[in-house]
Every structure is written in structure tokens, then in C-alpha cells.
């Protein structure tokens, strides 16, 4: 019996695998033995007839991809490289990567090939809460855990689908909602989490800083204030109550869509609540004013002291199975590695622990800006930007124009693949090891289940390979993922917050490592005069307004049984869907002003694209909003690509948009 861990969502359930069979591991605490559907069935996306199993090059994308050896290939990739300036060179990461395979990418672009243009698709998902932790705490750290639900009285999850997108963190809140934890979701649809809340607040779309300054305002009215704290552990109180004395309550709160008597049925529960919990996800982190949304509702905890105090804090829920190991490696264009930035200092550390001297100082371009930084070698490792970024129409044109686009990728059906010139066949889940860390901290270890596919190849060992070849053989002749663990623990004691280095890498499958503890315990914030700060924010109303012609509201997000664009999940032999992959979610009321029935086939149409969509009528949505779920492939068509000023994370979750019968 082999034991691994999960490699879909944030939450890193526990699995053992023997004679091909993959059950929960009952013994390990985060899932004790529950797994979704996805988890259960991840052997077969080993097994897909969808994988990428050779090299593939081409000239043109007007040329047919043909087969090639992985030397010729290096080889070309190496010789492009050699040949391009720094600055337009660019590696586009991605959350479903291992750590030690974020590690030697990172240090090969920053450290030798002198440009920070090496970004991850946490870009799109977890920048806003990765920006706003660092304003609030001075570093990007997250104090709850999972199992803090359990000590909770109250559970606020705004902008968060647990039940789809966290299924069996889910399962545990309804534990704990059995021992009497209280649950309040906010969210302009009644999702399937919002089911079991014991009070749902339909919020629209947009409004989550009115909402999270509402509370503030009202901690501070009615002497909620942990003033202890404050005084000890907070910056700017004094400049936030005065902020928070001119700001309107009734004009917040009618913009968040609730009633009076909804808003003082939620603070009832709120006021009497000793410990809390606020977690959220997409629905604030996906928008032009997503640091904001982060730091409003930061706010509220550093306000009355609820953080760092067993059941108590701002939880942000990561998606991506090592999206947080990304941060910490420094996947992101706008860090340099383990937590430290492009400041003198840091770079002299960092250029004489990797023995370089060609760390550029300023941030590289960012996911978000890639395809527009008129590159000429891009490098694309196991994520879809194609599929997933905002306005496709536009990402389309932009790609085309990229001389060289390098996929690396377990599998052949991507929407990217079509604009590769150079396909290169990664090591899936299963077929490889190393270590990921899940949404609460927690670094755990993927074991290798069985053999390699003939001609895959780990991801750390395909970028090892190009570093070789460019001539940096000594600093990249790591033997195995344990080598490049144990540089990476060694690299994480230039940041003395972070404990990684005592960690055992052997043991990981059966005892998983949580950094940070000391932070908690300590209650410690690394800002300058190490205190958290408040920020005050408010909505400025800065996404795309609706109009008569684009008159309502699309909203994004996961379905429980499928992974992104379905190239894991949605396969031949998978299990039963519970879902379809594609559908419209519309109010009962537009659906009758637009003569539409459910199934029917409709285009859905915004300013920068139109597709096509089956209609799904509930009332579980509000009347100025519709919902289509990510796994419809062509959904950014319709995406807008305004981009939060802080964290570059675009605001996917509020593009205006218009629905037409095919007919008509």
C-alpha cells in the first residue's frame, strides 16, 4: 500500500493506493478517509487516451505538430532561449505544479536567466488574497486551519462554493454545524453551501466592501472594539473610526442588495458569535477591487481581535492543490523567492545562496500581462491561459503573435495546444513525487504510484534539463525531488518566518508538516513596526456597469464533479456526473420576459464575444445575475479584462452581458 495525497482542490485529502485501487486514507486528519469525486476517480486521468505521451514540434502554427526526440527538442527550446533578450522571455506556472518543480523554475528564470517574467495561474485566483495579506499582516500568510471550524461559533463564507469547489472541507462543516457552529454565506446565488446556512444573504454582485465596511462600522458603534488588541497589536485605528464616521450606512447597504431587516438579522448572529471564522474565495478575489474586498474584510477581524485565536480569522481557501507552495516558492513575477521581494538585501541573499549574479531588481510581468509584453519565447506549464484568461477573443490574437510557445503539459486537449509550437510531455499525478502545500499550510507529499509513461517526463526535470543546457549544470544537478526539497528548506531560513527546514521529507506521506505555527502562537505581523494594518476601502464602483443592451450580471465558478475545462474529469470512463458540463443559470423572471425554457439553447453575448449556453431556470439566482460554470470552455469569450490596480487579478465575476433566443 503506497499512501499519497490528492492533487485537485486546495483542501490535500489523504489517499492510499494498492493493486489499482485508490480509496481515503482513514487515518490521515484532514479527510479521514472521505473523498470527492474527484479523488476517487483520479487514477483515470492517468489512464486517458487525452494524454501527451511525446515531444511534438513545429515551424508555424500553420504547420501540422510532429513527433519528436526530447534532445532535439531541448535543443531548439535552449537555442531560442540563448537567442532572445531576458526581458522578452516569459514562464507561465501553474498551482497543479509540485513544489520542487516550482522551485527549479523559479530559480532558473530569476536566478539565471536574469528576468522575473516567471508567473503562475495563482494570478488569476489568489493574487488579490496574497496582496491584501501582505498590506494587513506584512507577509502572505494565512492564520486559520481547517480544523478551526471546529472550535468556531460562526462560520461567514463570502464568495465561497465549499459544497463544489472544497467538497470535503464541506462535508467537515456540516460536521461541525451538527455541534452547533453557525454558518452565514453571502453570495448572489443560492448555492448548494448556501443550502445549509443558517441564514443566507443573497448579496449583489459587486458589494462585498460595502457589506464587510457595514460590519466595521458597526464593531466600532457598538464598542465592539478589541481595544487591547488594538492598542498592542494594530496600525491606524484611530484613522479608520474617523473614516468610518462619515461614510453613509444607508447608502452601503442598498448597494449590497439587502434589506435593513436582513442586514440586523445577520449582525444579531454576528454580535453574539465568540469566535469566528470568514473564509472566501473567488467571489472576492476575482475583481478589479479584490485586494479591497480582501482588506474590508480583513477589517473586521483585526477590529475585534479575532485572529490568531483558535476559531477565530480570515481564511482565504485556496483552489489549487500547491497554488499556496507557488507563493511560498515565489512562483509569482511580483516576489522573488520564499517570501522576499526585489529589495537590496534580499537579492544579495538570494543571489549568494543560488551563486548568481544576474537577479534583476524590479517585478516581471504577471500572468495577466504576458500576452501582451509582445514576448518572444513563452513557456507554458500545465495550465490552459487560453481557456482561462478573461476576453479570449483578445488572448487569442495575442498568442498568435508569440514566435515561440512551448507547452508543457500531461495532456493533448488543452485550448493552448492549438498555439504551441513545442509540446512537451509532463508526468501527471500518480507517475510522479514531491511535495505540495494545501490551503491551511499544511505541506504534504504526492507519492509516485506507478511507473513514468514512457517518454514523460517530471516537470523539475524537464526545466532541469533546458537549465543544463544553457550551461548551468552546476547549480542544476539535482538526482531526485528530495535533492531539490531539502535546497528549497535550506533556502527557506533566508525568512526567518518561515519553518519549513524543519520538516523531514521521508515522513511526509504519513505526517504531514504545518509551518507557521509559531506565528500564531506568537500572534506576530511583519510589518515594520510589527503590527497588522488597517486599510480603509470603499467600493468605487469600478467593474462594468449593465445597460439597456448588456442588462444583467455574469458570474463565474466550479461545479463539484469537474476540474477546470474537464481535461482530468471529464473523460470516457469517469463516474456519474451529478452536473452538466455546461449550463445557464437564470432567474424565473427573465426567463419569462425572454419566452426561454429550461434546456433550451441560447447565445449569451457581451461586449467582447458571444457563445452559446442551455438554459437552467431557478430562482436560486438573483434577477440581475446569471451563473455559468467554468467547464463550458468557451465562457471567456464573454469574461471582461479589467485588472485590480494591486494584485493584477482580473475581474471575472462581473461582466455585463445580454441573452438572445438562437431563434430570434
Known amino acids: 500500500m503506497i499512501k499519497s495525497v490528492c492533487g485537485y482542490c486546495g483542501v490535500g485529502c489523504g489517499l492510499e493506493f494498492e493493486e489499482d485501487k485508490l480509496r481515503g486514507d482513514v487515518v490521515y486528519p484532514i479527510n479521514e478517509g472521505k473523498v470527492c469525486s474527484k479523488g476517487v476517480s483520479e487514477l483515470l486521468s492517468i489512464q486517458t487516451p487525452t494524454r501527451l505521451l511525446r515531444p511534438h514540434i513545429r515551424e508555424s502554427l500553420h504547420d501540422e505538430l510532429k513527433i519528436t526526440s526530447w534532445d532535439n527538442a531541448i535543443d531548439v527550446i535552449a537555442k531560442k532561449i540563448k537567442t532572445t533578450n531576458s526581458d522578452k522571455i516569459g514562464f507561465y506556472l501553474s498551482g497543479q505544479l509540485l513544489t520542487e518543480d516550482y522551485y527549479i523554475a523559479n530559480k532558473l528564470v530569476k536566478g539565471f536567466l536574469g528576468t522575473n517574467n516567471v508567473d503562475t495561474n495563482s494570478r488569476t485566483c489568489m493574487s488579490s488574497a496574497v496582496v491584501a495579506h501582505k498590506k494587513a499582516f506584512g507577509i502572505d500568510f494565512v492564520p486559520v486551519r481547517m480544523e478551526d471550524i471546529f472550535k468556531a461559533n460562526l462560520l461567514i463564507l463570502a464568495g465561497a462554493n465549499t459544497a463544489e469547489a472544497h467538497v470535503v472541507f464541506h462535508n467537515n462543516i456540516k460536521k461541525a454545524k451538527k455541534k452547533g457552529l453557525k454558518i452565514i454565506v453571502l453570495d448572489p446565488r443560492l448555492t448548494d453551501t448556501a443550502k445549509i446556512a443558517d441564514l443566507y444573504l443573497p448579496l449583489k454582485v459587486g458589494s ?34 474617523n473614516k468610518f464616521k462619515r461614510v453613509p450606512a444607508t447608502k452601503m447597504l442598498k448597494r449590497t442588495g439587502l434589506s435593513k431587516e436582513q442586514f440586523e438579522e445577520f449582525w444579531e448572529i454576528y454580535k453574539d458569535s465568540e469566535n469566528i471564522i470568514s473564509a472566501w ?56 523567492a520564499v517570501h522576499m521581494g526585489f529589495e537590496k538585501e534580499s ?41 482561462h484568461l478573461p476576453n479570449r477573443n483578445k488572448v487569442e490574437r495575442l498568442i498568435k503573435k508569440i514566435p515561440t510557445v512551448i507547452e508543457i503539459n500531461a495532456y493533448d486537449n488543452s485550448e493552448t495546444s492549438n498555439f504551441a509550437h ?13 511535495t505540495q502545500t494545501n490551503l491551511d499550510r499544511t505541506i504534504t507529499k504526492q507519492e509516485k504510484l506507478t511507473r513514468t509513461s514512457i517518454d514523460c517526463k517530471p516537470d523539475w526535470e524537464i526545466f532541469q534539463l533546458i537549465a543544463q543546457k544553457l550551461g548551468f549544470k552546476d547549480a542544476f544537478n539535482f538526482e531526485s525531488s528530495k535533492e531539490i526539497f531539502q535546497e528549497y528548506q535550506e533556502m527557506t531560513k533566508l525568512s526567518s518566518h518561515m519553518d519549513m527546514h524543519k520538516a523531514n521529507y521521508d515522513d ?145 465575476n462581473h461582466s455585463a452581458v445580454r441573452i438572445e433566443k438562437i431563434n430570434s
Not at 537577479?359 to 481557456?387: E, F, R, W
Open 281 to 336: 474565495t473567488m467571489g472576492l478575489n476575482q475583481s478589479v477591487q479584490g485586494v479591497d474586498k480582501n482588506l474590508a474584510l480583513i477589517n473586521t477581524h483585526l477590529l475585534s481581535g479575532k485572529i490568531y485565536k483558535e476559531g477565530n480569522g480570515p481564511f482565504s481557501l485556496t483552489g489549487q492543490p500547491n497554488a499556496m507552495g507557488g507563493r511560498e516558492v515565489g512562483g509569482l513575477s511580483t516576489m522573488l
Open 208 to 241: 462585498d466592501i460595502d457589506f464587510f465596511n457595514l460590519v466595521s462600522k458597526r464593531i466600532i458603534e457598538e464598542n465592539l472594539v478589541d481595544e487591547k488588541f488594538i492598542e498592542e497589536n494594530v496600525n491606524n485605528y484611530e484613522l479608520l473610526r
Open 508 to 652: 511526509l506521506s504519513n505526517e504531514p508538516f504545518v509551518w507557521g505555527k509559531d506565528i500564531v502562537s506568537k500572534k506576530e505581523f511583519f510589518t515594520k513596526n510589527k503590527k497588522a494594518n488597517l486599510h480603509f476601502v470603499q467600493n468605487k464602483l469600478m467593474s462594468e456597469k449593465t445597460s439597456l443592451k448588456y442588462p444583467l450580471i455574469l458570474v463565474t465558478g466550479r461545479t463539484r464533479d469537474q476540474w477546470h475545462s474537464g481535461t482530468k474529469t471529464n473523460l470516457p470512463k469517469t463516474l456519474l456526473k451529478f452536473k452538466d458540463l455546461d449550463f445557464c443559470e437564470i432567474n424565473p423572471t427573465n426567463a419569462k420576459k425572454l419566452a426561454l425554457e429550461n434546456d433550451e439553447i441560447i447565445k449569451v453575448i457581451s461586449i467582447r464575444g458571444e457563445i452559446k449556453s442551455k438554459v437552467l431556470i431557478t430562482e436560486n439566482i438573483r434577477e440581475d445575475t446569471i451563473f455559468i460554470p467554468v467547464s463550458n470552455r468557451d465562457v471567456n469569450y464573454l469574461t471582461n479584462d479589467l485588472l485590480d490596480k494591486d494584485s493584477l487579478q482580473p475581474d471575472y
Open 422 to 434: 513545442i509540446k512537451l510531455p509532463a508526468a501527471p499525478w500518480g507517475e510522479k513525487e514531491g
Open 347 to 387: 537579492i544579495k541573499k538570494v543571489s549568494q545562496f543560488w551563486d548568481t549574479n544576474k537577479i534583476d531588481n524590479k517585478p516581471g510581468l504577471t500572468a495577466t500581462q504576458m500576452l501582451s509584453a509582445k514576448l518572444d519565447v513563452l513557456v507554458i506549464c500545465h495550465t490552459d491561459p487560453v481557456y
